[in-house]
């Protein structure tokens, strides 16, 4: 049976109030590698912050229910403001981080509404994801229970000695490069992050803490575009990508 407009809204919203989604976006990184006195956060591309960016994506998804920012402490009223200004009417809390992201996100989970069914983990400098995209995994995590947004590696890969000389060539094949959102049942999420706290385990991503249990996560497609604002040298390609969007609208 082919469905109308009412009727696709009809089965966003049952899907969105069954598995309930939250997003908790990190935002808490002193952005060393952006240079003296730079936030990443707040620099501006086409006009709008990259904070802004990620944020309105996530409002714009319908399967997200609510926004959780986590961020430094002196950064909670341009935080606020950036909210007010863009229309983020999902952000229901604004938490500071701690000294890692684990610790970030464990913060940022106690602030979920007891209700949430699923927890959706971003990089609040990933600033190029689309709604579609977060969709995309999230649908892929309400099957699989865990999802990450990923693109596939399509370079040559070497794996080199101490002094930089190449010693292997990796098969490429099954290589990807993590990426955010990434979505986890939140249960298992929450118990990734007791036995990692337990066992003193660290990870540079949430997929590896949920991985650390033993449980696979489903690599999601989600493209070459959707890359993190790391250095300055990533402003102008982030700028570049979202004009080229514009024009194919």
Same mark, same amino acid.
């Given at each position: 049976?082919?469905?109308?407009?009412?009727?696709?809204?009809?089965?966003?919203?049952?899907?969105?109030?069954?598995? $309930?989604?939250?997003?908790?976006?990190?935002?808490?990184?002193?952005?060393?590698?952006?240079?003296?006195?730079?936030?990443?956060?707040?620099?501006?591309?086409?006009?709008?912050?990259?904070?802004? =960016?990620?944020?309105?994506?996530?409002?714009?998804?319908?399967?997200?229910?609510?926004?959780?920012?986590? %961020?430094?402490?002196?950064?909670?009223?341009?935080?606020?403001?950036?909210?007010?200004?863009?229309?983020?009417?999902?952000? %229901?809390?604004?938490?500071?981080?701690?000294?890692? $992201?684990?610790?970030?996100?464990?913060?940022?989970?106690?602030?979920?509404?007891?209700?949430?069914?699923?927890?959706?983990?971003?990089?609040?400098?990933?600033?190029?994801?689309?709604?579609?995209?977060?969709?995309?995994?999230?649908?892929?995590?309400?099957?699989?229970?865990?999802?990450?947004?990923? =693109?596939?590696?399509?370079?040559?890969?070497?794996?080199?000695?101490?002094?930089?000389?190449?010693?292997?060539?990796?098969?490429?094949?099954?290589?990807?490069?993590?990426?955010?959102?990434?979505?986890?049942?939140?249960?298992?999420?929450?118990?990734?992050?007791?036995?990692?706290?337990?066992?003193?385990?660290?990870? %540079?991503?949430?997929?590896?803490?949920?991985? =650390?249990?033993?449980?696979?996560?489903?690599?999601?497609?989600?493209?070459?575009?959707?890359?993190?604002?790391?250095?300055?040298?990533?402003?102008?390609?982030?700028?570049?990508?979202?004009?080229?969007?514009?024009?194919?609208?």
């Amino acid at each position: 049976m082919k469905l109308d407009k009412a009727g696709i809204a009809e089965l966003i919203f049952r899907t969105a109030t069954k598995y $309930r989604t939250a997003a908790i976006v990190l935002a808490a990184g002193n952005s060393s590698r952006m240079g003296k006195n730079k936030n990443k956060q707040t620099e501006v591309l086409c006009g709008t912050p990259v904070l802004a =960016h990620t944020l309105l994506a996530y409002q714009k998804c319908k399967l997200i229910s609510e926004i959780i920012v986590v %961020t430094r402490p002196q950064d909670f009223d341009t935080v606020y403001q950036m909210s007010q200004e863009y229309g983020i009417t999902k952000l %229901t809390s604004i938490v500071a981080g701690g000294s890692t $992201r684990q610790e970030s996100a464990k913060r940022g989970m106690k602030k979920l509404d007891v209700s949430t069914k699923y927890v959706a983990i971003a990089d609040g400098a990933r600033c190029l994801i689309t709604p579609a995209q977060i969709a995309k995994v999230c649908l892929c995590a309400y099957r699989s229970q865990a999802a990450s947004a990923a =693109h596939k590696v399509s370079d040559t890969v070497k794996r080199t000695n101490a002094s930089g000389l190449s010693k292997e060539t990796i098969d490429r094949n099954n290589l990807w490069q993590a990426q955010t959102p990434q979505v986890f049942h939140t249960s298992l999420y929450i118990a990734a992050l007791y036995q990692s706290n337990t066992d003193g385990f660290s990870a %540079t991503d949430d997929n590896a803490l949920v991985e =650390h249990l033993g449980y696979g996560v489903r690599m999601v497609e989600c493209g070459i575009q959707n890359i993190k604002i790391t250095t300055p040298e990533d402003l102008p390609l982030a700028e570049a990508i979202l004009e080229y969007r514009s024009k194919q609208t």
